[in-house]
């Protein structure tokens, strides 16, 4: 179990410290959309079984890090990253929390699919990720709403 945890922890810190190291202030928010994604299928490429033990482990064995908490942490920085952003595009920067935490899962999850497939190669994967994810952010709504409803704030 000791064992276990040493591993755990080293893959957490080795996949933390190459996400946050894309995650810089001043950079482009598509090059960082791009490089975080680039970041997590070059880690998945090069030690998949050490993704796999970070993505796919059971909560109760390990009681440091894991890739949920890796992920919350990238969702955390990548809020921060993304206020300033919204604010300069109109947009309320009190709703960054919500967009860092779905950007940060759905480049989980591709991951958490990427590791068994590895096809298409990581390049046309990030590219086609970032393609949604940034038109996403490129286009969205002062006042979203939902359409099929009345929905008043």
């Known amino acids: 179990e000791g064992l276990y945890q040493v591993i755990v922890d080293r893959e957490v810190t080795h996949l933390s410290d190459m996400l946050s190291a894309q995650m810089r202030p001043g950079l482009h928010p598509r090059d960082m959309l791009e490089r975080i994604v680039l970041s997590l299928l070059d880690y998945i490429e090069s030690n998949a079984d050490g993704f796999r033990l970070l993505s796919h482990q059971s909560p109760a064995a390990v009681s440091g890090g894991t890739f949920t908490t890796v992920m919350a942490d990238v969702a955390e920085q990548v809020a921060e990253l993304l206020a300033p952003v919204l604010e300069e595009q109109g947009l309320d920067p009190r709703t960054s929390p919500i967009y860092g935490q779905l950007l940060a899962g759905a480049i989980a999850r591709i991951g958490q699919w990427w590791v068994d497939e590895q096809e298409p190669s990581k390049e ?14 490129r286009s969205m709504e002062r006042n979203p709403r939902i359409a099929s409803r009345d929905v008043t704030e």
């Open 124 to 137: 046309v994967t990030a590219a086609h990720v970032v393609n949604l994810l940034w038109l996403g952010l």
